[in-house]
């Protein structure tokens, strides 16, 4: 404990550190919001064109192989995108399925038809290519960071969410705050994202990782311990306030994922002091927990228990689209329609029933809308992408190491939320599952030399 206090005493941030920090800043303002018309979006690829440019100049050569995985499959999602964006002979597109419609439009209005690429729009598969500059940011920047200085990342990324969170609680409290940066909703408790949903999911993952932070350093437990599970409570309070149903669901699957993680790490602490010690802590908190709830209910704060209990889910737009998101992935297979094209598809597709005031800008279900937009390369991106998390978490669960079981899942929570939303379009939740991928991965790198391997000045 003495020789780990010591090093914590000669740590020293680097540019890389202050760079991810700079870039975790950004992300927290502008990057809640999944639009391409939002002045977030060229707040936040702006900063990390800048960043990255400072990162190849200035920062030392990034360490990759500790990445590889994670980079092949952003490196994948690029080139499939840019594929769909290479024009294409007109026998060759008028041959694509689906695309009859516009081939009958061109002939109707006297146009010859042009050289076409393989997405139906273009420009929203532009701005798809162009928002992968934030997952591939994170990579770089966490790549070029000392093992000392990734060590603060966990504790960094509790604080992004506790910051988010303490936004939600004030707007909660009657408090409206608007943000230039994102298209959020006034009065709706959101934090820095633009949905509710969002947000709650982002809660959720933070009641895993407070208590997979207290319990890095044992020697600390005594007050991280105290403050992570306040955090947990405040975190699970702001999802009752946030109105999302789904969120509920998630902030306990992440109170449950962040209690298995350190389980057994935490029995033992906790049975030196007393063998009774661990049961009643547990008791503790599912009494606190159902407590918080109760009272939320009665005094009608709970706005996402009201909510669950309000509406009838067949009138929900998600259940009551599906049958038109299926029928369109059907029209469409094998070539898709172009990453980010679904909102202009479905309004060809959107039958009299459904139309309202608003539109259905996604299919509220991320993994169908992969499909739909990437085809059959993009659902097989998917399964391999699948495979390898399972993979991976069962490694990672067979290790000691708490870290990897987080990464495992964080990103478990983010698939469960993407099967009635897509929280990974926004620039907040990019940065997250790379994060998580990346901590993940770390649960199969073999143990550090006993030595440093850089000089070190006694």
């Not at 009272?295 to 737009?317: F, H, K, P």
Request: charged share 10%.
């Amino acid at each position: 404990m003495k020789s780990q206090r010591l090093s914590s005493s000669r740590f020293r941030p680097t540019l890389s550190l202050g760079l991810f920090a700079m870039f975790l800043t950004v992300v927290w303002i502008a990057g809640g919001a999944s639009r391409a018309d939002v002045m977030g979006q060229a707040v936040v690829r702006g900063a990390s064109w800048a960043l990255l440019a400072i990162t190849a100049v200035l920062a030392p050569r990034p360490r990759l192989g500790q990445v590889k995985p994670v980079m092949f499959f952003v490196t994948a999602a690029a080139l499939l995108t840019a594929l769909q964006l290479l024009p294409l002979p007109p026998s060759v597109w008028e041959a694509m399925p689906g695309r009859a419609i516009l081939v009958e439009a061109a002939t109707a209005s006297g146009q010859t038809q042009p050289w076409r690429p393989w997405s139906i729009v273009p420009g929203a598969t532009i701005n798809a290519l162009a928002s992968l500059v934030i997952p591939f940011a994170t990579l770089m920047l966490v790549s070029v960071m000392r093992k000392d200085e990734q060590d603060w990342l966990p504790a960094m990324m509790l604080v992004f969410i506790s910051a988010s969170m303490m936004i939600g609680l004030l707007q909660f409290s009657g408090a409206v705050l608007a943000n230039p940066f994102i298209n959020d909703t006034p009065g709706q408790t959101a934090g820095t994202l633009a949905n509710r949903n969002h947000f709650a999911l982002l809660m959720a993952i933070g009641c895993a990782l407070a208590p997979v932070w207290a319990i890095q350093d044992e020697g600390r437990l005594q007050w991280r311990g105290p403050l992570a599970s306040a955090l947990v409570l405040l975190f699970l309070l702001a999802i009752l306030g946030s109105g999302s149903r789904a969120g509920l669901g998630l902030g306990v699957a992440g109170v449950a994922l962040g209690t298995v993680i350190i389980g057994k790490r935490l029995q033992r602490v906790m049975q030196r002091r007393s063998r009774w010690a661990f049961p009643a802590l547990i008791a503790l908190a599912l009494c606190v927990i159902v407590a918080l709830t109760i009272v939320g209910v009665s005094t009608g704060r709970s706005v996402s228990v009201g909510r669950l209990l309000a509406t009838d889910l067949n009138q929900d737009m998600r259940s009551r689209g599906l049958p038109t998101v299926l029928a369109m992935i059907g029209n469409y297979l094998p070539f898709g329609t172009g990453f980010g094209s679904f909102d202009t598809l479905f309004r060809m597709h959107e039958p009299f029933a459904l139309l309202k005031p608003t539109y259905f800008n996604h299919a509220h279900n991320d993994w169908l809308e992969i499909v739909l937009d990437g085809g059959v390369i993009g659902g097989l991106l998917l399964i391999v992408a699948l495979v390898w998390w399972a993979w991976a978490s069962a490694r990672a669960w067979r290790s000691h190491a708490s870290l990897p079981k987080f990464g495992s899942a964080a990103i478990l929570l983010l698939m469960a939320a993407s099967l009635f939303d897509y929280p990974a379009r926004t620039p907040t939740f990019m940065m997250v599952l790379v994060l998580a991928a990346v901590w993940l991965n770390s649960g199969g790198t073999k143990g550090a030399p006993a030595l440093p391997r850089d000089p070190l000045h006694l």
